[in-house]
């Protein structure tokens, strides 16, 4: 028998509640959604209402910060666009030694405006002639030009009119024909003024000591009266070739010319520096190619470039920090697969340049690669970044520390020489250029005591340190470069309250030259404003204060910039000038009466050092 079927059976009721029918009605539902407020547990209730205030506290401070934050950026367009560039002639010509080209000619200024030695204001005489040939055939496509008025929108909508700067012409190879070399009668050199001729005579007894016992090495170490190598390139000599041209130094400039066609090897198996190789090897060659225009030094400036390339074979396009240039390989150093911030980006002028002057857009590739990678990576702070960058990753590495001295110094100076050099339209690095800039004032900026000496700090994990670099000498004339190009006045302010620092960095010490690294006081109760540990105190007859020094008088007229830079190049004289030839380091600055000498003479001594000099005595 099977059991009786059994049936169950729901009862839905969708009558009346409450004496009334449900209508989905505003009321029934914010009934019905109180009811089940109140079906939930009291901890459900507390989480929930907990979420909805915090969310609320959240938007209240984002909306806050960002109304701040616009305030400000209003505030600084505003300032900007207000600035209006400056021009002061032939000035862009010697921003780096990758020295760059006007696309435009200019106009015919009276004799008393003319810059450089003698026999170049001679030459360009002689090519102002030809002016009014090129300004007429050009006439026609400059009126177009004109009709389409050209603003550059750049960082946060700041506005800067276009410049003439470093276009390559239509076909270089046909147009820059090399230059013969005039001789200097004594007419011209009769020109050259008291301070200017002291400066000659020291590139003459420098080169003296290196042609003697260095010729075709690196080094001189003038008190042994012998040599050292690095890279075995002929270091000094190719770093002093466009000095020896600026300052008229004609049959050693042969001498040397005659070298670089004959032994320089580019094709020897060594290990180079890619930053140390590029800034004195290739920005040599390429600086002396534009002032003289003989083929031979674009050809190894070219050469040079092919072999260097293989830096670039990397995971990241970070590149290696070390290539051999007759093997064709390259490799991080042996310690760490890190390289360093300033290596990497502080070759870009050179690269760029060497593209332009060659058409082969492979080097200014591989060099814009790695400022791109730098402009979107994290770990800056307020556009300040770290010393180091892994090149496997292409991430920064050793995170927290920075810095304006060694390891970091010439990126910020690079940014914005690179803005200028590509005709200030490549907006990434003027942004990165102003932050940075925002960054030091904001988290580096002190003043020492007892005579409030504006300076430039480390911070290391937030903790701030009063170390400054000699390097970090370079910022005031790089500001001041920014303002003769566009940029805040506010710029100069700080520049010319830096530039006073770096020569009180000198003006303070016992033998008038600066060490290595500072300290600044920030005690109100100690008698100097700067401080040096043992470890700090020698000095490598190094040029950032001079070029800054140059700058600035360049842009003010301010008589005291040369009169400081004087100063200085006596005390080089009386401190570091070896009577057999050359100049050396020295080991301590405090001691006038035994300063150590290190014997050895570094390539930027000739190579930047006596150039500045004597461009500031113009």
């Avoid at 070390?322 to 991080?332: C, E, S």
């Avoid at 690079?414 to 050099?421: A, E, N, P, R, S």
Wanted: glycine fraction near 6%; include cysteine.
């Amino acid at each position: 028998m099977y059991s009786p079927q059994r049936r169950d059976f729901i009862s839905v009721t969708l009558g009346s509640q409450a004496g009334r029918n449900y209508d989905n009605s505003k009321t029934w539902r914010r009934q019905s959604f109180w009811r089940k407020w109140k079906q939930l547990s009291r901890l459900q209730r507390s989480l929930i209402a907990f979420m909805f205030i915090f969310m609320m506290f959240c938007g209240i401070a984002t909306y806050l910060n960002l109304s701040e934050h616009w305030q400000v950026v209003e505030g600084r367009d505003q300032e900007l666009k207000q600035v209006k560039p400056v021009v002061v002639p032939a000035l862009d010509v010697l921003l780096s030694k990758a020295t760059f080209i006007s696309q435009q000619p200019k106009l015919k200024r009276p004799n008393l405006n003319k810059r450089g030695p003698p026999f170049l204001q001679n030459r360009l005489s002689k090519n102002e002639k030809e002016e009014p040939k090129i300004r007429k055939n050009n006439e026609a496509e400059a009126d177009d030009k004109d009709k389409e008025k050209i603003n550059i929108v750049s960082w946060r909508g700041m506005e800067i009119a276009p410049e003439l700067v470093t276009a390559a012409p239509p076909d270089s190879k046909k147009e820059e024909k090399p230059v013969l070399h005039e001789k200097v009668n004594t007419k011209e050199t009769a020109t050259v003024n008291k301070q200017q001729m002291a400066v000659i005579e020291a590139f003459q007894h420098a080169w003296k000591g290196y042609k003697q016992y260095a010729w075709g090495h690196d080094e001189l170490k003038p008190i042994s009266k012998t040599y050292s190598e690095w890279f075995g390139l002929g270091l000094t000599l190719i770093d002093a070739l466009d000095t020896m041209w600026i300052l008229g130094q004609k049959q050693e400039f042969e001498e040397a010319k005659k070298w670089v066609i004959d032994e320089l090897n580019l094709g020897k198996s060594v290990d180079v520096n890619l930053f140390e190789t590029t800034i004195r090897i290739l920005g040599g060659l390429l600086s002396v190619y534009n002032l003289t225009g003989d083929q031979v030094f674009l050809d190894k400036a070219s050469e040079l470039g092919d072999r260097l390339m293989p830096a670039f074979n990397t995971p990241s396009k970070i590149p290696y920090s070390d290539v051999n240039i007759g093997l064709g390989t390259a490799h991080p150093p042996r310690w760490t697969s890190d390289s360093t911030v300033a290596e990497v980006t502080s070759i870009q002028l050179e690269f760029r340049e060497l593209s332009r002057l060659t058409k082969k857009d492979k080097y200014q590739a591989a060099v814009d690669d790695v400022m791109k990678q730098i402009h979107r990576l994290e770990g800056k702070k307020d556009g300040l970044v770290p010393m180091f960058i892994n090149t496997n990753s292409g991430k920064f590495s050793h995170l927290g520390v920075y810095t304006l001295g060694a390891r970091a110094d010439s990126y910020y100076e690079y940014l914005l020489k690179q803005w200028i050099q590509g005709g200030r339209k490549e907006a990434d690095l003027l942004e990165d250029y102003l932050q940075a800039i925002e960054g030091v004032t904001k988290n580096l900026i002190r003043k020492s005591e007892p005579n409030k000496l504006t300076f430039v700090g480390e911070l290391s994990h937030n903790q701030f340190s009063p170390k400054m670099d000699h390097l970090v000498c370079f910022l005031p004339g790089t500001l001041a470069l920014g303002v003769h190009h566009g940029l805040s006045a506010n710029h100069m302010k700080l520049a010319k309250e830096l530039i006073e620092t770096c020569y009180q960095m000198y003006a303070q010490i016992e033998t008038g030259l600066s060490p290595e690294i500072v300290y600044f006081n920030l005690n109100p109760h100690n008698a100097k404003d700067v401080e040096v540990k043992p470890a700090d105190r020698h000095n490598l007859l190094r040029p950032e204060t001079v070029e800054s020094l140059f700058y600035m008088y360049r842009f003010t007229r301010d008589k005291k910039y040369q009169e400081w830079g004087w100063e200085i190049f006596q005390n080089f004289n009386k401190y570091t000038r070896v009577d057999t030839g050359g100049y050396t380091s020295i080991n301590n600055v405090q001691s006038s009466e035994n300063p150590e000498p290190r014997d050895k003479m570094e390539s930027f001594f000739l190579g930047e050092t006596l150039k500045y000099f004597f461009l500031l005595f113009f």
